[in-house]
């Protein structure tokens, strides 16, 4: 019977203050999914500023600073210039806000194809092959059945999206021909009840609770402002008057005319035994409040307080630059891991109908999301070179590490993180230069040995 009792009291319980027991007012606390309709997401992006910021701030930052291509001159050119014919950052910004808003949106890889059903051959693509980019959200594309063969590419994935033409025909897209974004993905596409199956949840799911909040205490503090000031008039034998109309409306007209006279000349007339207090609300403790709720919301949407709200909170809980490098380097992180595999086919593409070809040399990096100061990439750069000075110290006479491969390995750095712009071009420039210098040597020579031999006299 102990043991019994024991396995069913494997908790903390306490009779005395109902804790774990069926009067524990925690113990009927239990997690549901808060669920937003379309329009209700439509009205909190479009009518309130934390939902709106929530949404673009992440989206804008990590394409903010975009990318920066590793090829020749003239191959970057080329590149730099498709993406702005086909408008490569605003399209993919504005597919990363509506995915994070309404839980997926897909960009669509336009190439001329009329069978949209067969996977995108990017082999095939050459130059100018790249037509268009269009924008769809989860709520124009349908996800079709899920591919459930694990050696898929597509395991896990719609094997197939349908989309509804303007004449009422389904058309439907092969996922190869799609840069697809989910806004928050679900732990397992077998347990999403949405009614948008194969897509994410808006970002908005997770945190609306804590903006209903934050929202609702701003309001209630706004509303503080019209009570700020209260006047109290104790008026002998009021209740026992009020039921007299004649009463009523005499009372009425007596503190109107007081308001009167006390707004015009700032005295308050008041007869012998009338009394008069004036109450104020104190104010000095909502700010505190209200910034704690507000940090909430910054924690529950993983955006600094910095950041969301556009100033560092003073006091404990303010949030500053560790905050925000975190924050970038978080970006930085979805950066690597799903916005670069989501992309590599458009990327892919993107060259080729840049070059009409593919440079198996051609990558891109990331450009950095926290920028240095003048100072710091002055600092940066003497440490790099006096790292490479070290490298090159002799030892016995012999030199550690070849002066020649340290040259070479500082100057890719220089031109990799952009110290000293156009020093490719320059170096470039210079070995030409250098090259001609034999020939112009040569050619010196030769014109005195032949005037030489004109003259020889001379």
Request: with cysteine; proline share 5%.
């Given at each position: ?48 500023w934390l939902p709106k910021k ?217 007869d012998k035994e009338e009394e ?87 990558y891109y990096e990331w450009a ?91």
């Amino acid at each position: 019977m102990a043991n019994i009792i024991a396995f069913v009291r494997d908790s903390l319980t306490n009779m005395v203050a109902s804790l774990g027991t069926s009067r524990d007012k925690a113990a009927a606390n239990a997690y549901s999914m808060p669920m937003l309709t379309d329009e209700e997401l439509l009205n909190a992006y479009r009518g309130a500023w934390l939902p709106k910021k929530i949404v673009d701030i992440p989206a804008f930052d990590s394409i903010r600073a975009w990318r920066d291509w590793q090829a020749k001159k003239p191959q970057i050119e080329a590149i730099e210039a498709e993406e702005k014919r086909l408008n490569v950052m605003g399209k993919l910004l504005e597919t990363r806000i509506k995915a994070r808003l309404w839980g997926g949106a897909a960009l669509v890889i336009g190439t001329g194809d009329q069978n949209l059903t067969q996977p995108l051959a990017v082999e095939r693509i050459g130059k100018g092959g790249l037509k268009y980019l269009t924008v769809m959200t989860r709520r124009h594309l349908t996800a079709g059945e899920i591919d459930r063969d694990p050696a898929s590419e597509w395991y896990g994935k719609p094997k197939v999206y349908q989309l509804n033409s303007a004449d009422g025909a389904q058309v439907e897209i092969h996922p190869s021909r799609l840069v697809i974004f989910n806004g928050s993905q679900p732990p397992d596409e077998d347990i999403v009840t949405s009614a948008y199956a194969g897509w994410g949840d808006s970002v908005l799911l997770s945190v609306v609770d804590a903006i209903k909040q934050a929202d609702g205490t701003a309001a209630n503090i706004a509303s503080l402002v019209f009570e700020a000031k209260v006047n109290v008039i104790r008026i002998p034998d009021f209740m026992q008057n009020l039921g007299n109309a004649e009463y009523r409306a005499k009372i009425l007209e007596r503190y109107t005319l007081a308001a009167t006279a006390k707004g015009i000349n700032g005295d308050l007339l008041l007869d012998k035994e009338e009394e008069y207090e004036q109450k104020t609300a104190s104010f000095a403790t909502l700010p505190d409040v209200l910034m704690s709720f507000l940090q909430i919301v910054s924690g529950a949407a993983d955006i600094p307080a910095t950041r969301l709200l556009g100033q560092s909170p003073a006091g404990m809980n303010a949030t500053g630059e560790s905050d925000l490098r975190n924050y970038y380097d978080r970006l930085q992180a979805m950066q690597t891991v799903e916005m670069t595999p989501a992309m590599a086919r458009l990327d892919e593409c993107l060259i080729r109908s840049a070059l009409g070809s593919r440079d198996p040399d051609i990558y891109y990096e990331w450009a950095p999301l926290w920028g240095m100061s003048e100072k710091e990439k002055a600092d940066v750069f003497k440490t790099k070179a006096d790292a490479a000075r070290q490298l090159v110290g002799t030892s016995a006479g012999q030199e550690i590490i070849p002066r020649d491969a340290v040259s070479d390995a500082l100057v890719n750095t220089f031109i990799e993180d952009g110290s000293l712009p156009g020093l490719d071009a320059a170096i470039e420039e210079y070995g030409k230069l250098s090259e001609q210098e034999p020939d112009e040597e040569e050619h010196a020579a030769a014109a005195t040995q032949s005037s030489a031999a004109m003259n020889p006299s001379g």
